[in-house]
């Protein structure tokens, strides 16, 4: 595997080191909303280092919904460029790993179905939705 190389912002980090660290038994939630996360580990698309970025826990299926909202910041995070470029990744979920494909959710239909899921995993991603003044990019991550 290549090079890990941590994220430059400090609350996102510990909580990755943290979550790694315990083998996901510490650190596994957003602050103290008590909401849980996932850890998606990724291929940074100029770098080639490993990535590794926490997001909220939206459980499709067997797989996870990987929601790109950045709070509604008014650009996407890097990540989604990461995975748009390769679609290969681990995903830590408490103390299971599993490798997974993504594939961006392109279809209307399908986005309606997913967003639903998403907002009932974490209500504020509606919020995020209406402040970004962009289309919030929305992955499914699948078993390999
Ligand atoms: N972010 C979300 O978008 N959605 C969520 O559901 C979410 C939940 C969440 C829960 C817990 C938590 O601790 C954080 C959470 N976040 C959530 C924040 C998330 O973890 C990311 O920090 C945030 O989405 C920003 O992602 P980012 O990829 O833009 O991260 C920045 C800060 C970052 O790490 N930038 C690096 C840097 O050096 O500035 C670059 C990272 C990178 O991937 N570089 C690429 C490379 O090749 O290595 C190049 C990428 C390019 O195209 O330029």
Redesign the pocket.
Known sequence: MSEY?P???K??RD?VELYESSGGTQGTE?LDTGLP?IIVTHT??????T?K????RVKDGNGYV??????GAPKN???V??LRANADVEIRDKTEVFKMRVREVEDDGERDRVWAICVEA?PPYEEYKNKAPRKIPVFIAEPV
């Open positions: 190389i994220t430059p912002v609350w996102v909580q957003l996360c940074g698309n100029k770098t080639g280092g990535r970025t926490p997001l909220m990987l929601v790109g909202s950045q709070g995070p890097v990540w460029y990461n974490f």
